[in-house]
């Protein structure tokens, strides 16, 4: 091989480099910069839209309208809990994980505070699951807490799970 073909098959070689290099950090650069409503293609809402929506607040705490509607599942499921609780487990357990506290509390018969209590000494909500239904094979934690947070695949279900599940 020459040295004209050498160089062109190097010069060829860092051209292809230099041009993914350009490809892949092009798609971060501009995912960076974009705003989380160009990000999110949603128009832009204004402040009394925000308090009013489905989702957690600015503050990261479940808005009225989604603690109303999970303590609305949960009575429809026979569970009873209040609002305030419901939002005290959720700023330090997320929603997921007051949703999670509240349904196993009342499926198992413990308390919520020796739930949370394996949760914060480093136990996962899987184990903590596998735990409690170790303890009580006859208890099924199934379908999991989607059927209070979003209808998801369990629409409709909850109901006659939890009263299926009930010990």
């Known amino acids: 091989m020459n040295r004209y073909a050498r160089v062109l098959i190097a010069v060829l070689a860092l051209l292809l480099v230099v041009a993914?290099?350009?490809l892949a950090t092009k798609?971060?650069?501009s995912a960076e910069h974009r705003s989380p409503v160009a990000a999110s293609h949603q128009?832009?809402?204004s402040d009394a839209e925000k308090a009013d929506t489905d989702t957690e607040s600015a503050q990261g705490a479940p808005s009225d309208k989604l603690l109303g509607r999970l303590i609305d599942?949960?009575?429809d499921a026979g569970i009873d809990t209040d609002a305030d609780g419901l939002a005290a487990l959720a700023a330090d357990y997320g929603v997921g994980?007051?949703?999670?506290?509240v349904t196993w509390a009342d499926a198992s018969g413990m308390d919520v505070s020796e739930?949370?209590?394996m949760f914060d000494s480093g136990v996962g909500w899987g184990e903590i699951a596998h735990q409690l239904m170790e303890e009580d094979p006859s208890l099924d934690l199934t379908p999991g807490i989607g059927w209070v947070i979003g209808k998801g695949h369990a629409n409709g279900h909850g109901q006659a799970t939890a009263e299926a599940h009930r010990p």
């Open 73 to 75: 599942r949960l009575a």
């Open 20 to 22: 993914g290099s350009a």
């Open 115 to 117: 739930l949370a209590a």
């Open 43 to 45: 128009p832009e809402s």
């Open 97 to 101: 994980g007051a949703v999670r506290l």
């Open 27 to 29: 798609g971060g650069k």
